[in-house]
């Protein structure tokens, strides 16, 4: 089988299995052309240019392998055990939640309100994307935070990997209570990014096959309204606002329908904040930013 055989034969089975099964596959010869280029390590392009060329029996079966993980719906991004994020690989499994385009957009605005005196700190960090972004791009020191052990090896991997991590003091807890605990008051600027689970249940039973059987549902779902985490973490920094610097700026990833619930929300437990809506791509609302 040469390679483009093996890539028209994988392209059918993926959309095979997609029609069987009534559901959206997005590209199905992306995914083949991803896959046989991960397993061959090579670029895509060589793809194309080598389309004649034979594989070995050995490569056919192993493909094939690939292929049929793909068909029960497991992301290219955990079969491959990786994912890029604003430019960089991020090694992720099953214990952490795929990091997403979306998350970009409030790394991007966080960096342009962050001075190198601020203290950062990131609020379930998981895969550490966020974290690692800002102390790649910023070299400044980040507090990484996260109820989950295992999440945490894989963010230190990922800090390593990169080479960020003397720059990030991960700490485990849940939500700000390995920083309160330290009971020590921080002067300046403060700014707390946080992609927390904002799933109501309802929404993850309806979700895709690629994230409701692989991502884990405790990094998804957030309780009945989705916002139960969020709440948590504002009554968190409203009961110990002391502790953090007095110009403070909360950075939340949202569902676009929880935009006025959020608000709501906010403006129960800090009336005079300011705050932003910042839109995705799609001019759908989905960071919020909260000046208090």
């Given at each position: 089988?040469?390679?483009?055989?093996?890539?028209?034969?994988?392209?059918?089975?993926?959309?095979?299995?997609?029609?069987?099964?009534?559901?959206?596959?997005?590209?199905?010869?992306?995914?083949?052309?991803?896959?046989?280029?991960?397993?061959?390590?090579?670029?895509?392009?060589?793809?194309?240019?080598?389309?004649?060329?034979?594989?070995?029996?050995?490569?056919?079966?192993?493909?094939q392998?690939?292929?049929?993980?793909?068909?029960?719906?497991?992301?290219?991004?955990?079969?491959?055990?990786?994912?890029?994020?604003?430019?960089?690989?991020?090694?992720i499994?099953?214990?952490?939640?795929?990091?997403?385009?979306?998350?970009?957009?409030?790394?991007?605005?966080?960096?342009?309100?962050?001075?190198?005196?601020?203290?950062?700190?990131?609020?379930?960090?998981?895969?550490?994307?966020?974290?690692?972004?800002?102390?790649?791009?910023?070299?400044?020191?980040?507090?990484?935070?996260?109820?989950?052990?295992?999440?945490?090896?894989?963010?230190?991997?990922?800090?390593?990997?990169?080479?960020?991590?003397?720059?990030?003091?991960?700490?485990?807890?849940?939500?700000?209570?390995?920083?309160?605990?330290?009971?020590?008051?921080?002067?300046?600027?403060?700014?707390?990014?946080?992609?927390?689970?904002?799933?109501?249940?309802?929404?993850?039973?309806?979700?895709?096959?690629?994230?409701?059987?692989?991502?884990?549902?405790?990094?998804?779902?957030?309780?009945?309204d989705?916002?139960?985490?969020?709440?948590?973490?504002?009554?968190?920094?409203?009961?110990?606002?002391?502790?953090?610097?007095?110009?403070?700026?909360?950075?939340?990833?949202?569902?676009?329908r929880?935009?006025?619930?959020?608000q709501?929300?906010?403006?129960?437990?800090?009336p005079?904040?300011?705050?932003?809506?910042?839109?995705?791509?799609?001019h759908?609302?989905?960071?919020?930013?909260?000046?208090?």
């Open positions: 089988m040469t390679i483009l055989e093996a890539l028209n034969w994988a392209q059918g089975q993926l959309k095979s299995t997609a029609d069987q099964k009534r559901i959206m596959q997005a590209n199905p010869m992306l995914d083949a052309q991803v896959l046989l280029s991960h397993y061959l390590d090579k670029p895509t392009s060589y793809l194309f240019a080598h389309g004649e060329d034979e594989l070995t029996p050995a490569t056919c079966e192993a493909y392998r690939l292929i049929e993980r793909r068909q029960r719906h497991e992301p290219i991004s955990h079969i491959l055990q990786q994912k890029e994020f604003f430019g960089r690989p991020f090694f499994n099953q214990f952490v939640l795929t990091p997403r385009p979306e998350t970009e957009i409030m790394v991007e605005n966080a960096m342009s309100a962050i001075s190198p005196e601020s203290t950062l700190i990131e609020i379930g960090t998981g895969s550490g994307a966020i974290a690692v972004t800002l102390a790649a791009e910023l070299q400044q020191p980040v507090i990484a935070i996260d109820i989950d052990p295992q999440a945490l090896s894989v963010a230190r991997r990922n800090a390593r990997s990169h080479t960020v991590d003397h720059l990030i003091a991960f700490q485990h807890g849940s939500l700000l209570e390995p920083y309160i605990q330290k009971n020590i008051r921080e002067t300046g600027h403060g700014i707390i990014l946080a992609n927390l689970p904002y799933l109501t249940p309802t929404q993850w039973e309806l979700s895709d096959p690629d994230v409701k059987e692989y991502e884990p549902k405790h990094a998804l779902v957030g309780g009945i989705g916002l139960d985490l969020y709440d948590q973490l504002l009554q968190q920094v409203a009961n110990n606002r002391n502790l953090f610097p007095a110009e403070l700026d909360l950075y939340f990833e949202i569902d676009p929880q935009e006025r619930s959020i709501a929300l906010i403006l129960e437990i800090f005079q904040a300011q705050i932003k809506i910042i839109p995705d791509l799609n759908k609302a989905r960071i919020v930013k909260i000046s208090i």
